[in-house]
């Protein structure tokens, strides 16, 4: 059969690929003509690990192609998977622009039937829209049908994700559909949940939502924790070995990020709203995250007073290792912050710098290293728990940096580890460690002594 996926972001690039990699031709389709010549060279146009590897092993397969011409590649297609994004709007509602633009190039072109496949992540209900769209305008007697298949992928292990997924949800209105999906994804060898669209929909919004709640969940705890005297690493282990809850999500930090938790909590906050229901456990999952972002920033506040002429240190910028995407990243926020204060930053990544270029291309300095980064600094922030951040020593910090105070946004290092070393860390729903600002106050006793 011949797959067609439109889009080649993080959803449609992966989907694509993957679809390749266990024996299918894929046609990728995008409208930018330098993505598409990268593409076919096997270079990926997002960071994503083992999928240049994957584009360029099935490209020279001939197994998956990429092209501009969508006229072409919609003609004669069996299946279409629309992977195009669905950016969240001012008032949180998802912009289904790029899917029905899709939707208005294939009703144009399309020349036989063909189930059209929706991965991106849609309402509820929109699914029956796309359908009743495409029935509408389609010409030539064309039989389209219309079903969901959402994705669960993780930016980071996007390959592994789908290669080997937990589970494939596929929303069809007929039998048809279902074999039809059920033959594609018979290479994966993964239990497939088959239900009706708006369900598979929901099982989406759900999911994601869910494990959003549990990050702001394990931060509200993080934050009782330091007013208490609890260590939120400890209390984290203490529940994971509950099955019903699992270890998974129940890491304290400064928040969500990325390009679905976000978005997918705000849309489905604002459509239930939009049928007069309010969704509680969402609205809060959304405030406790919008103010977590921001925990270091005041800690760092009421630390100094003042930030004004400070040389800060940032470490991480993307909005979680793995991955170059800096899609309601913490550090994007909080870097503005700190300049409004009148601080001085330098600012490591070891991939999301020239993407944070296009946000900040002159306000801040760029480190090719965290060695780099911290020397002479009065302050440091850790914004993303990249190994090259998590495996630099304590005692670097001692050595380069001005003053070693250092934010903890990720929980990097052992509060064990913390009291061995001349340093202030703050982290998150764990105690303070002040061995710096004791170990000032000893000099300035001696200093004082010695001046007797």
């Not at 006229?71 to 001012?90: C, H, M, S």
């Not at 080997?164 to 018979?186: C, F, H, Q």
């Not at 860390?425 to 764990?430: D, K, L, P």
């Amino acid at each position: 059969m011949k797959i067609v996926v439109a889009g080649t972001g993080y959803v449609g690039l992966v989907t694509g690929a993957c679809l390749s990699e266990i024996g299918h031709n894929v046609t990728c389709v995008d409208i930018d003509k330098n993505k598409v010549e990268m593409m076919k060279q096997g270079i990926s146009p997002i960071y994503e690990p083992g999928l240049d590897e994957l584009l360029k092993r099935n490209h020279d397969a001939g197994r998956l192609d990429f092209t501009i011409d969508y006229r072409n590649a919609y003609k004669d297609a069996d299946l279409i998977f629309i992977g195009v994004g669905t950016p969240e709007r001012e008032d949180g509602s998802a912009n289904l622009d790029y899917v029905f633009n899709v939707c208005k190039q294939i009703v144009d072109n399309v020349k036989n039937d063909c189930l059209v496949v929706v991965k991106s992540t849609v309402p509820i209900g929109t699914n029956d829209k796309i359908e009743e769209y495409l029935k509408e305008k389609v010409k030539n007697n064309v039989n389209i049908e219309v079903a969901s298949n959402p994705e669960f992928l993780a930016q980071g292990t996007a390959v592994v994700d789908t290669l080997y997924a937990k589970r494939i949800v596929i929303g069809v209105e007929s039998k048809k559909a279902e074999v039809l999906l059920r033959e594609v994804y018979k290479g994966y060898n993964q239990p497939i949940v088959a239900t009706n669209r708006r369900s598979a929909e929901m099982i989406k919004y759900a999911s994601n939502d869910f494990l959003a709640l549990k990050i702001s969940f394990m931060n509200e705890i993080a934050n009782f924790c330091e007013m208490v005297g609890a260590d939120i690493e400890d209390v984290a282990k203490g529940m994971s070995f509950d099955p019903r809850i699992g270890d998974k999500f129940l890491n304290a930090g400064i928040g969500y990020g990325g390009s679905c938790f976000p978005k997918d909590t705000k849309a489905l906050h604002w459509l239930a709203n939009d049928r007069g229901y309010e969704l509680k456990t969402i609205k809060a999952t959304i405030e406790v995250n919008e103010n977590q972002k921001y925990k270091l920033f005041r800690q760092a506040k009421n630390r100094f007073g003042s930030l004004k002429g400070l040389k800060v240190a940032v470490l991480g910028l993307t909005f979680k290792p793995g991955t170059d995407d800096l899609r309601e990243a913490p550090s994007i926020p909080n870097v503005r912050r700190l300049l409004d204060e009148g601080a001085q930053i330098v600012a490591y990544d070891p991939v999301g710098i020239d993407n944070f270029k296009r946000i900040y291309p002159s306000e801040i300095t760029y480190a090719n290293t965290p060695e780099e980064t911290l020397k002479d600094a009065d302050i440091a922030f850790i914004f993303t728990e990249w190994n090259e951040i998590k495996s630099l020593n304590l005692s670097v910090y001692e050595e380069l940096m001005y003053t070693p105070i250092i934010f903890d946004g990720r929980n990097c290092y052992k509060i064990k580890e913390t009291k061995e070393r001349n340093v202030d860390y703050y982290s998150i729903g764990r105690k303070a460690v002040l061995n710096f600002e004791k170990h000032l106050e000893k000099e300035k006793e001696m200093e004082v002594a010695i001046g007797q």
